[in-house]
């Protein structure tokens, strides 16, 4: 998933380093997404829906993180973007509190507070959650079939080897493993951890994939399309230790009031996205080198979301 993180003091400033909307397009719905594979699928899905049922669209595919594509949408330069539930979070400096960590509460809570405040409307959330998560390695010696997480303090309780690749900021950030240590009632020791100094995901994937340096479970986000590829499997987090990030389209009030039809288009299609179906469409562009828009329209004539 792109970043996250969002500087709302930034948002002002960010807005004016933006191309201004071409007079133009202004009848035409302008779609982006943000810079990361995923963003890019469900961009261009998003394009596809709303281009089959004879709308002009625009497409600003990949513009750029969070910080860029949020001040777009709040400036008017963009129109429709897929965004991320947990996102609200930060969006509305209401980090810490449970809501967000409740996939049907943090929908409904981030949906009335952007409707209020910024006249955003939030359509229907895919069914998948794009949150941190530790994977492992499906053959893990002695671990539980359920593979969830409350499965793992026994498992280290009773010296089975455990190496987890993880990005500095996963083992430091509160949010991230301290919150799965803290839930569950475990501690990684040092020797237990191999800390990367990027964030690349596909480096702790592999890593526990290959066995790198005794590593066998990864840091990883939940619809990472290697985890599944890769012969690894992610660890249920039944106590919600972490934020839900549900991925659903966000479109300007006005936009979607003048294109009533928009919501209909879409609707079907996010929730179709099941966390299997997300994680094998963002492996067919991560690891088989597809185009992040043919993957979208193969899919979508495939599953029949198109008119």
């Not at 202004?26 to 596809?48: F, H, Y």
């Not at 592999?206 to 986000?221: F, H, L």
Request: hydrophobic residues 50%.
């Amino acid at each position: 998933m792109a970043n996250r993180m969002v500087a709302a003091a930034l948002f002002g400033a960010l807005a004016l380093l933006l191309p201004q909307r071409p007079a133009a397009a202004t009848a035409a719905i302008v779609v982006a997404s943000k810079i990361d594979t995923e963003g890019a699928v469900l961009g261009n899905m998003i394009a596809d829906a709303l281009a089959a049922r004879g709308l002009t669209v625009v497409r600003r595919i990949s513009l750029g993180p969070t910080n860029i594509v949020r001040a777009a949408i709040l400036a008017g330069q963009i129109d429709l973007y897929p965004e991320y539930t947990g996102n609200g979070a930060i969006f509305f400096h209401r980090e810490g509190e449970a809501v967000w960590k409740n996939a049907a509460a943090g929908y409904a809570e981030v949906a009335a507070l952007d409707r209020a405040q910024n006249h955003l409307v939030w359509l229907t959330p895919a069914p998948a959650d794009n949150t941190w998560v530790i994977a492992v390695r499906k053959d893990l010696p002695g671990f539980a079939a359920k593979k969830c997480l409350d499965e793992l303090p026994a498992y280290l309780a009773a010296g089975h080897h455990f190496k987890l690749a993880a990005s500095a900021e996963f083992v430091e950030s509160p949010a991230a493993l301290p919150a799965f240590e803290r839930t569950y009632g475990f501690r990684l020791r040092a020797d237990q951890l191999l800390t990367l100094s990027g964030g690349n995901t596909a480096a702790t994937l592999r890593a526990a994939a290959e066995g790198i340096s005794g590593v066998n479970a990864a840091m990883a986000y939940g619809t990472d399309g290697a985890i599944a590829a890769l012969g690894l499997v992610t660890l249920c987090d039944d106590k919600g230790a972490q934020v839900v990030y549900q991925p659903a389209p966000v479109v300007r009030q006005a936009v979607l009031q003048a294109h009533p039809e928009i919501a209909a288009a879409l609707d079907p299609v996010f929730a179709s996205l099941t966390l299997t179906r997300l994680q094998k469409l963002n492996a067919r562009v991560a690891i088989e080198g597809e185009e992040p828009g043919a993957v979208a329209r193969t899919y979508l004539t495939a599953h029949h979301l198109l008119p």
